[in-house]
Nanobody
Framework: QVQLVESGGGLVQAGGSLRLSCAAS????????MAWFRQAPGKEREFVTA????????YYADSVKGRFTISRDNAKNTVYLQMNSLRPEDTAHHYC????????????????WGQGTRVTVSS
């Protein structure tokens, strides 16, 4: 099992940046694919980005491609989401997720979730 704790959320002006962190517990963290999802009020949880177990492969939703970067440091049991050029529509609760399978773009593909961290982008 893996336990996940997100941090780094906050309030930022449009055009600014934030870096989210997801700290994981568990000796087998390096075998998990990791992902970030987000959920805005009144909307369904949506895929943001994912990274495979060794960090070689990544995938991004079209809405964040070119602005966000996912990375991982298996030695620190941590995955990151660097968020640049933030827009008001990026405002959402952001969740870290993990799976022992190859990464997916749907919430159903992930077994483990953090409690999330809030990102608010003001105009």
């Amino acid at each position: 099992q893996v336990q996940l704790v997100e941090s780094g959320g906050g309030l930022v002006q449009a055009g600014g940046s934030l870096r989210l962190s997801c700290a994981a517990s568990g000796r087998t963290f390096s075998t998990y694919a990791m992902a970030w999802f987000r959920q805005a009020p009144g909307k369904e949880r949506e895929f943001v980005t994912a990274i495979n177990w060794n960090g070689v492969s990544t995938y991004y939703a079209d809405s964040v491609k070119g602005r966000f970067t996912i990375s991982r440091d298996n030695a620190k049991n941590t995955v990151y989401l660097q968020m640049n050029s933030l827009r008001p529509e990026d405002t959402a609760h952001h969740y870290c997720a993990a799976t022992r399978l190859v990464f997916a773009t749907t919430p159903q593909g992930y077994n483990y979730w953090g409690q999330g961290t809030r990102v608010t982008v003001s105009s």
